[in-house]
């Protein structure tokens, strides 16, 4: 079974700071899936990823297959940015997501 | 464009009742999948679908059934609800043929069995 670890598990910034959030798992991967979690609200993919870098708007998400790694990084923080982040992979032969526990990020005015 | 709907948003139940929690989806997507969150754990799978007519046991599927009669639905039941069960459960839905799909999920019911 796939291990996914998250760090930081909080993190609290001023607005305007260039966050980074990590995830490191256990073994191979097809994809790997970074979600966003508003306070008392669903979850939205952010970004789906199997190598490289992909960019939306502020947002950066990289993945290093050989360390099994991967960052989201936040630009330009806003407090509107404030969520739970979850890293989720996918392992190969089936369609089963193995979730991390979440960075919980907040964004101070 | 409806996506991933998800009903109820809140349920209490007592305990020994029963309930279904629909999921509904119009991407035409094979793959669906039922989802339990917890405080302090990552998202766990209960049960799973590769297409209708097709399902499949998840991580933690103990005291929940699920069907899928057709592509569109994919209701979870509660047999007979414990207090274990209060939790936030979440509907997830990806295409299957291809491995890279991005996941759609519903807005989350939040069960209280009391």
């Known amino acids: 079974k796939n291990e996914v670890e998250q760090s930081p598990q909080n993190l609290t910034a001023q607005e305007g700071e260039f966050i980074t959030i990590n995830c490191s798992y256990s073994?191979?991967?097809?994809?790997l899936h970074w979600l966003q979690q508003h306070p008392g609200g669903g979850i939205v993919s952010l970004f789906m990823?199997?190598?490289g870098k992909k960019k939306h708007g502020r947002l950066i998400a990289t993945i290093n297959i050989q360390e099994k790694h991967s960052s989201l990084h936040i630009t330009a923080s806003h407090p509107r940015d404030s969520a739970v982040y979850i890293c989720?992979?996918?392992?190969?032969?089936?369609?089963?997501?193995?979730f991390g526990t979440g960075t919980r990020l907040t964004i101070i005015p | 464009n409806a996506g991933v709907t998800q009903t109820p948003k809140f349920q209490v139940l007592k305990t020994g009742q029963s309930m279904t929690l629909q999921c509904a989806q119009d991407?035409?997507?094979?793959?669906m999948s039922w989802y339990r969150q917890d405080p302090g754990m990552g998202l766990r799978l209960i049960h799973y679908?590769?297409?209708?007519?097709?399902?499949d046991q998840g991580e933690v599927p103990n005291g929940y059934n699920v069907s899928r009669s057709t592509t569109e639905d994919f209701p979870l039941r509660l047999l007979s609800a414990a207090p274990s069960q209060t939790s936030v459960y979440f509907c997830?839905?990806?295409?299957?043929?291809?491995?890279?799909?991005?996941?759609?999920f519903g807005q989350g019911t939040r069960l209280t069995v009391v």
């Open positions: 073994v191979g991967i097809s994809a």
């Open positions: 679908s590769v297409g209708a007519g097709i399902t």
């Open positions: 989720a992979v996918g392992d190969f032969g089936n369609e089963k997501l193995t």
């Open positions: 991407m035409n997507h094979e793959y």
């Open positions: 990823l199997s190598s």
């Open positions: 997830a839905s990806r295409g299957y043929r291809s491995l890279n799909t991005e996941a759609f």
